[in-house]
C-alpha cells in the first residue's frame, strides 16, 4: 500500500542527477506513484486491441443472434399463448433496439449536384478523357495540363476510385 | 489584396508542467467523479468543481534519444517532444473505444493529475460513451474501471443527452427536443421526448471533425502540389476552425463565387512560416579582387603560351639551319646522301625538300604574326603547275605530284565557290531588308498588317499542329486511323500490281523521290525541325512587330497568348514568382471555405456514401407522428465542439423549415451555452443531484452481470445487454 501524502508531483526520473530534466522529462507520467491501481488485477496480456472491423462484424453477429433467440421465443409464445398485446410489444421492442450499426445514417437518396472538382464551383461538364467535372473552359485548359496521377488524386477527393486499365 | 486577410500560422507553443490537484477536499467522499470520455477530449473532474481539466485524448510513449529516457506524455505534453508526435495514440478509432492500453494510460495520468493517491479510485464515476457503442467496447472500459482502478459504481451516459440536461434544465427532466450533436468523428440526430431519448429512432452520420479536417487537408494539397512546406493537421484544424463556415444556401453561395473579382474579396490568405534564402552578397571589393585574380591568371597562361611558341619557333629554326646545313653538305657520292637522308627519316630528296619548305612557311608565319599582331594572312592562289602538263610526259613521281596537286586545286576551288555563294546571299538578304524598309516607310498599316497576317497563320499553323499531335495520340479519333490505314497500306503486298510481279518486278517504292514524304505523316513524334522553323519564323516577325509597331505589344505574342491564364484560374490560385518566397509559402482559401462544411450536409461530396444532415433530420422526423414531432422541432439544439461554425443555426432552420407542415412552428435554432464542455457540465450537474446510485452498476451488479449490461434510463444507451 503506497503510503497517503506520498509526492503527487510528477517526478522527474530517479537517478537523474547527471542532467536538469527537460521539460518533457517534466512532463512525462511514466514515473510517477500510481497508488490507485490495484496490483492484483493481472491484465489479460494476450488480449490484443481488436480493430474496427473484428468488432463491427463481432458485434453484428451478436445483433443477429439475438434477433433469431427472440423471434424464436416469441413464435413459442405464440404457439403456447394467446396473449397478443404482450407478444406485439415484445416484437416492438426488439425491432427498435438500437445497435452501433442500426443507427448508422442510410445512404443518401437526393440526387447528387456535380461540383467543379478543381475549384469547387458549379460543374456542369465532365471531361471525357479523366472524368473530372469542371467549370468552364479555362478550368477544362488547366484539366489537360494535369497528369494522369495528378487527375486520380482530384478523383480520389471525390471518392471515386478508377481501375487502373 | 488586403493585407488584413493574412493570417500566420499559429506556432508551437510549449505546454508547462502544471502541479496536481490537491486530494485533500475530496478524500474519503463519495465525490462523483466525471469523466467525458471524448474521441479528441479528454475531460475529468469530480462533480463539485466548477469546470473540468481538458486536454487532449493521446497517449505517446517515447524514448527520447538525448538522454535515452522513456517517457509517457499525455494530451498536451506531447507538443513538448517533437519525436513522440508521431508515436501518438488515441484510444478512439473513429468512434469506437478500441485501445485500452492507451486508455488506461490516459486514466493513469488523469488520476494522477486529479491527485488520487488513494489505494483506490472510491468514487462513483460517471463516463460518457458513444451512442450505441459497441458492446466489446463497454465490457473492456468496465473491466478497466472496476479490476484495475476498483470503482465502487459506474455509469454511462450519452453525451449529447447530457448536454441537452444542461442546458434544460429542470428536475425531474422532462425537456423535449431534437439533440444534434457534432464530434469528431460524426454527427447524430437524437430526438428527445419527455426527458427520454429515443435512442431507436436516433441516426448517425459518419461524418465528424475529423474528416473534415482530412478532407480540408486533402483539398489543399490537391490545389497546392508544390508546397515547399508540409501542412500538418493540427493546422489544418486550426483552419477549419477559423475560417470555414456554413453557407445558408449553398448554390447561390457558388453563384456569386464564380466572378473572380468575388473570388478575390472572399478569400483568406494563409501565411506559413518561411525562411528567405540567405545570399551570399560578395562585397564590391570582393568582386574586384576576384576579377583581378583572374585577369591575372589569363596574363600568365597567355605568356606561357607565347614562351611555348618562342620555344617551338626556335627549335624549328634550329632544325631548319640543320637540313639546310646537310643539303648544302651533300657530296657528290650519292649513296652516302641516301644513307644520310634516311638515317635523318627523309624516303629522298623531294621530301627533304618538303620539309625544308614547310619549316621556312612556317617561320615566315610566325615571324610576321609577332611582327603584325593576328593579322588574317592574305591566302596566295597556290600555283599548280603540273596539272596541266599530259599524263604521258611525266614519270612516276611527277604523276604523284600531279595527282595531289589535283586534289589541292579541286578543294582550293570548292572553298572559293562557297565564299563567293555566301557573299551573294548576303547581299540578296542585305537587299530584301532595304526592300522592307522602304515597304515599312512607304505604306506603313499595309506592311503591319501583312507581317500580323503572317503571324497569325503560323500561329494557326502551330495550333493545327499541336492539335493533330493530341489527335493522333487518341487511339479513335479519324487521324489515327488515317495514319493506321497508311501503315497497313505500306505493309500490304498488294501494292505491287498482278502483271509487276509476275514480270518478276519488284517493289518500286522509292524509285520516286516523293515516296518518302509518306513517313512524314506516319511519324507521330512532331517533326521538330519544321517546329523549330516555324517558331523562328515567329520569332523574327514578332520582333520586327514590336520594335516597329506602336500597336503591337507584348500581349499579341505567341508566347503570352498560349501561356494567358484566365482570371477566374488567377483569382482562384494566384501565382506568385519563382523567387518569391513569402508569396509561395501562402495558401489562398476561397471556395474551400464553404466547401468543407458544405461536407456535413452532404457527405458525397467527399466520397462518402451517406446522407447529410438534411436528409437525416428529415428521416428522423419522418418516423413521428405530427403530435411528436411538434414537440421535437419546437426545441432544436445544437451541440458538440464542432457546432460552432458560423452559419450553422440559419442553415438547419432553413432546412427544417421546408420539410415540416407551414402551420407547425419551429423554434429558433438553439446552441448549447458552451459546446465543448457543456456535456461534462450536464454530467456533474445530473450526479449531484444524486441521481447515480439508481443507475448506476456497482461493483456487484458488474460481478455477476459482466460489463456488458447496463441499467436503462433515459440519459443512457440501450441495447441489447440491457437489465
Not at chain 1, 448508422?104 to 473530372?132: F, K, M, N, V
Not at chain 2, 516577325?541 to 505574342?557: C, G, M, R, V
Not at chain 2, 466547401?595 to 452532404?602: A, I, L
Request: charged letters at 30%.
Amino acid at each position: 500500500m503506497a503510503p497517503k501524502g506520498s509526492s503527487k508531483r510528477k517526478a522527474p526520473n530517479d537517478g537523474s542527477t547527471t542532467h536538469t530534466p527537460t521539460l518533457a522529462e517534466q512532463l512525462s507520467f511514466l514515473h510517477s506513484p500510481r497508488p490507485f491501481k490495484n496490483p492484483d488485477y493481472t491484465k489479460n496480456v494476450n488480449r490484443r486491441t481488436k480493430n474496427l472491423k473484428t468488432v463491427l462484424s463481432q458485434e453484428r453477429e451478436r445483433e443477429r443472434l439475438e434477433r433469431e433467440r427472440k423471434r424464436q421465443e416469441k413464435e413459442e409464445l405464440e404457439q403456447t399463448m394467446d396473449v397478443d398485446g404482450e407478444v406485439r410489444q415484445r416484437e416492438a421492442e426488439v425491432e427498435d433496439i438500437p445497435t452501433y450499426s442500426s443507427i448508422e445514417a442510410p445512404p443518401s437518396l437526393l440526387p447528387q449536384r456535380h461540383y467543379c472538382d478543381i475549384t469547387g464551383l458549379e460543374a456542369p461538364y465532365t471531361d471525357p478523357r479523366t472524368g473530372l467535372r469542371y467549370h468552364d473552359k479555362s478550368v477544362y485548359e488547366l484539366i489537360k495540363g494535369l497528369s494522369a496521377s495528378a487527375a486520380k488524386d482530384y478523383l480520389a477527393a471525390r471518392g471515386v476510385n478508377p481501375i487502373v486499365r | 489584396m488586403s493585407d488584413s486577410n493574412i493570417f500566420h500560422v499559429p506556432s508551437q507553443t510549449l505546454p508547462s508542467v502544471s502541479p496536481a490537484d490537491s486530494y485533500d477536499a475530496f478524500r474519503a467522499q463519495d465525490t462523483p467523479l466525471i469523466i467525458d470520455n471524448g474521441a479528441s477530449h479528454l475531460r475529468f473532474g469530480f462533480s463539485t468543481a466548477p469546470a473540468p481539466h481538458s486536454s487532449p485524448n493521446l497517449i505517446a510513449k517515447y524514448k527520447e534519444r538525448k538522454f535515452n529516457q522513456p517517457l509517457l506524455l499525455f494530451g498536451d505534453a506531447i507538443d513538448a517532444e517533437s519525436g513522440a508526435k508521431g508515436q501518438a495514440k488515441s484510444p478512439w478509432e473513429g468512434d469506437v473505444l478500441l485501445n485500452f492500453d492507451a486508455l488506461e494510460h490516459a486514466l493513469d495520468c488523469a488520476f494522477i493529475q486529479l491527485g488520487i493517491d488513494a489505494p483506490a479510485v472510491d468514487h462513483p464515476v460517471l463516463m460518457t460513451e458513444r451512442l450505441s457503442s459497441p458492446l466489446h467496447s463497454r465490457a473492456l472500459t468496465s473491466e478497466l474501471m472496476f479490476e484495475q482502478y476498483s470503482v465502487p459504481s459506474l455509469t454511462y451516459c450519452v453525451d449529447s443527452l447530457m448536454s441537452f440536461y444542461q442546458n434544460n434544465r429542470s428536475n425531474p427532466f422532462t425537456a423535449d427536443g431534437l439533440v444534434v450533436s457534432f464530434n469528431t468523428a460524426s454527427t447524430s440526430v437524437v430526438p428527445v421526448l419527455g426527458g427520454k431519448g429515443v435512442l431507436s429512432h436516433a441516426k448517425r452520420i459518419p461524418w465528424g471533425a475529423q474528416q473534415s479536417t482530412e478532407y480540408l487537408l486533402k483539398r489543399i494539397q490537391l490545389k497546392y502540389p508544390n508546397f515547399p512546406t508540409r501542412v500538418t493537421s493540427s493546422q489544418t484544424s486550426w483552419m477549419l476552425h477559423n475560417f470555414c463556415e456554413i453557407a445558408p444556401d449553398y448554390p447561390s453561395v457558388l453563384r456569386a463565387l464564380k466572378d473572380p473579382l468575388k473570388l478575390r474579396a472572399a478569400e483568406r490568405i494563409i501565411q506559413f512560416p518561411f525562411a528567405l534564402p540567405v545570399v551570399e552578397e560578395k562585397t564590391e571589393e570582393e568582386l574586384a579582387r576576384i576579377a583581378e585574380k583572374r585577369k591575372e591568371q589569363g596574363k600568365k597562361l597567355q605568356e606561357m603560351a607565347a614562351k611555348n611558341r618562342m620555344e617551338k619557333l626556335l627549335q624549328k629554326e634550329t632544325d631548319l639551319q640543320y637540313l639546310v646545313n646537310l643539303k648544302e653538305g651533300r657530296g657528290e657520292n650519292k649513296r652516302e646522301w641516301t644513307n644520310t637522308l634516311q638515317s635523318e627519316g627523309f624516303d629522298d630528296d623531294a621530301a627533304l625538300d618538303e620539309t625544308i619548305k614547310k619549316l621556312e612557311l612556317d617561320l615566315k608565319r610566325a615571324r610576321k604574326k609577332e611582327v603584325e599582331g593576328d593579322d588574317a594572312m592574305n591566302v596566295e592562289e597556290p600555283s599548280f603547275p603540273l596539272i596541266d602538263v599530259p599524263d604521258a610526259d611525266l614519270d612516276d613521281d611527277s604523276l604523284k605530284e600531279k595527282k595531289k596537286q589535283k586534289l589541292l586545286k579541286a578543294g582550293f576551288d570548292a572553298r572559293l565557290r562557297a565564299r563567293r555563294e555566301k557573299e551573294k546571299e548576303k547581299e540578296e538578304k542585305d537587299a530584301e531588308e532595304r526592300r522592307e524598309e522602304e515597304d515599312r516607310e512607304r505604306n506603313f498599316d499595309e506592311w503591319a498588317a501583312r507581317l500580323r497576317r503572317e503571324q497569325e497563320a503560323i500561329m494557326n499553323r502551330i495550333k493545327d499542329r499541336g492539335r493533330r499531335r493530341a489527335a493522333l495520340s487518341d487511339r479513335k479519333s479519324a487521324a489515327a486511323q488515317a495514319r493506321m490505314k497508311n501503315i497497313a497500306s505500306l505493309a500490304a503486298d498488294d501494292r505491287v500490281s498482278k502483271k509487276k510481279r509476275k514480270a518478276g518486278g519488284e517493289d518500286m517504292f522509292g524509285a520516286d523521290d516523293e515516296d518518302w514524304a509518306i513517313y512524314r505523316k506516319i511519324n507521330t513524334a512532331a517533326a521538330s525541325s519544321d517546329e523549330e522553323e516555324e517558331y523562328n519564323q515567329l520569332q523574327a516577325i514578332e520582333s520586327k512587330l514590336l520594335t516597329y509597331d506602336p500597336t503591337f505589344t507584348a500581349q499579341h505574342t505567341h508566347a503570352s497568348i498560349t501561356s494567358q491564364r484566365s482570371a477566374l484560374i488567377t483569382a482562384f490560385r494566384p501565382q506568385y514568382e519563382e523567387g518569391d518566397v513569402e508569396g509561395n509559402t501562402r495558401i489562398h482559401l476561397n471556395t474551400e471555405r464553404w466547401r468543407v462544411c458544405e461536407t456535413y450536409f452532404s457527405p458525397t461530396m467527399a466520397g462518402v456514401d451517406s446522407a447529410g444532415l438534411g436528409e437525416v433530420l428529415q428521416s428522423v422526423l419522418a418516423r413521428f407522428s405530427d403530435a411528436e414531432k411538434g414537440r421535437l422541432v419546437k426545441n432544436v439544439f445544437i451541440t458538440g465542439a464542432p457546432s460552432h461554425f458560423p452559419g450553422l443555426p440559419t442553415r438547419l432552420y432553413s432546412t427544417l423549415r421546408p420539410i415540416l407542415p407551414p402551420e407547425m412552428p419551429l423554434g429558433a435554432i438553439a446552441r448549447a451555452a458552451d459546446p465543448a464542455l457543456d456535456a461534462w457540465r450536464g454530467m456533474a450537474a445530473f450526479a449531484n443531484t444524486g441521481g447515480l446510485p439508481d443507475v448506476g452498476v456497482t461493483r456487484a451488479e458488474y460481478e455477476e452481470w459482466g460489463g456488458e449490461r447496463v441499467k436503462r434510463w433515459w440519459g443512457g444507451n440501450w441495447n441489447l445487454a440491457e437489465g
